[in-house]
């Protein structure tokens, strides 16, 4: 099974030993913005194909809501 760059991060973030909760979810949220602008800029495009940003920020979203956080979407006008 192929491991795509952003389960690679995640993981990093997951088993750092060294980063509390609070600093685990910052940096969570960090990429979740950088992946939605990425998703963003997608579907901007006059041909979108979906290259895994959706799928970014749904495991981004999953690890959130894994650490207690939950995660608000305010539907499609915000992407």
């Known amino acids: 099974m192929t491991v795509s760059t952003m389960?690679?991060?995640l993981q990093a973030i997951r088993d750092d030993?060294?980063?509390s909760r609070r600093e685990k979810i910052a940096?969570?949220?960090?990429?979740r913005?950088?992946?939605?602008?990425?998703?963003?800029?997608?579907t901007e495009s006059a041909?979108?194909?979906?290259?895994?940003?959706f799928e970014d920020v749904?495991?981004?979203d999953t690890e959130l809501e894994n650490l207690g956080r939950s995660v608000?979407?305010?539907g499609a006008a915000t992407l």
């Open 7 to 9: 389960e690679l991060k």
């Open 58 to 60: 749904h495991l981004i």
């Open 17 to 19: 030993t060294g980063l």
């Open 33 to 42: 913005n950088e992946a939605r602008a990425l998703q963003r800029a997608a």
């Open 47 to 53: 041909m979108v194909e979906d290259d895994g940003w």
């Open 27 to 31: 940096r969570l949220e960090r990429l």
């Open 72 to 74: 608000e979407e305010k």
